[in-house]
């Protein structure tokens, strides 16, 4: 069992930059890969990006690649999204994931997960 508790949501003007860390609990975070959903006001989550176990592998949404950045520190128990030049159209909520399974290409779907957090908010103004 995987429990996850996202934080380092907030306020940020367009082009600003944000931190977001998940807390995860569970003897076997270190085997699992995790990741990061977005759901915009009024839709559906959309996947944001993926890291393997190991934290040398990952896999990005076109929408935030070359922005965002995911890594993970096993013996932290932490994984993180380094977010930059944020946009208006990054507001949402924040979600970390996590699987006991890389997927490879199917990395980008919900069904995906099976592990969810309650999420963080992000706001960015322009």
Not at 45 to 56: D, I, K, L, Q
Request: some cysteine.
């Amino acid at each position: 069992q995987v429990q996850l508790v996202e934080s380092g949501g907030g306020l940020v003007q367009a082009g600003g930059s944000l931190r977001l860390s998940c807390a995860a609990s569970g003897r076997t975070f270190s085997s699992y890969p995790m990741g990061w959903f977005h759901q915009a006001p009024g839709k559906e989550r959309e996947f944001v990006a993926a890291v393997g176990s190991s934290g040398s592998v990952t896999n990005y949404a076109d929408s935030v690649r070359g922005r965002f950045i995911i890594s993970r520190d096993n013996a932290k128990n932490a994984v993180y999204l380094q977010m930059n030049s944020l946009k208006p159209e990054d507001t949402g909520v924040y979600y970390c994931v996590a699987t006991p399974y890389w997927t490879g290409g199917r990395m980008w779907l919900s069904s995906s997960y099976d592990y969810w957090g309650q999420g963080t908010q992000v706001t960015v103004s322009s």
